[in-house]
């Protein structure tokens, strides 16, 4: 019986190999959340208002909030791409 050792196999890069160690056991440090994505915008309706300016009034806070919804959504997959979630820059 010949016993083989193989220098190579199952070895990796140190450096590599500490860096992610490190990373898995620092914890992960997320921005805070742009002000923008918590503030709710209301559509001014008032009591007494014609139905058609209700509406145009509601259907501009819900364009401007979609908008919002948005600007927020690219904020986190720019986030999500980036080295805090380990992606390859």
Excluded: N, Y
């Amino acid at each position: 019986m010949m016993l083989t050792f193989c220098a190579s196999c199952g070895v990796g890069d140190p450096l590599q190999d500490a860096a992610r160690r490190k990373a898995q056991a620092a914890p992960l440090q997320l921005p805070d959340l742009p002000s923008a994505c918590r503030e709710k915008i209301g559509s001014g309706v008032q009591l007494g208002d014609r139905l058609d300016v209700a509406l145009r009034k509601t259907d501009h806070a819900l364009v401007r909030q979609w908008a919002r919804v948005d600007d927020c959504a690219a904020w986190f997959e720019k986030l999500q791409s980036s080295a805090a979630f380990g992606a390859q820059k």
